[in-house]
């Protein structure tokens, strides 16, 4: 079992950054994947980024250029800095981890105010 907690959700305005992180804990040796998906109210949950063991990034086409996926792997942590912020980002992102499946964080919210 992987156990995920996330963090550096808030409110900011458009235009604005912010960086969230989420821990992993438990079976990490099995985690391939690491990425990052967000809900807005009313939508489907999306990819956002995604990050493999290796490293290798990619990310939602209207993101790229703006938000920046990393991992460290010796902090058992992914990190998602958003920057150049619009109010269309405005979500619940959640961290993901997928081993033979997919496991969730709880999820942070995102508001971003025009």
């Known amino acids: 079992q992987v156990q995920l907690v996330e963090s550096g959700g808030g409110l900011v305005q458009a235009g604005g950054s912010l960086r969230l992180s989420c821990a992993a804990s438990g079976s990490i040796f099995s985690i391939n994947a690491m990425g990052w998906y967000r809900q807005a109210p009313g939508k489907q949950r999306e990819l956002v980024a995604r990050?493999?063991?290796?490293?290798?990034?990619n990310y939602a086409d209207s993101v790229k250029g703006r938000f920046t996926i990393s991992r460290d792997n010796a902090k058992n942590t992914v990190y998602l800095q958003m920057n150049s912020l619009k109010p269309e980002d405005t979500a619940v992102y959640y961290c993901n981890a997928y081993t033979s499946r997919d496991h969730w964080g709880q999820g942070t919210q995102v508001t971003v105010s025009s």
């Open positions: 990050i493999t063991s290796g490293g290798s990034p």
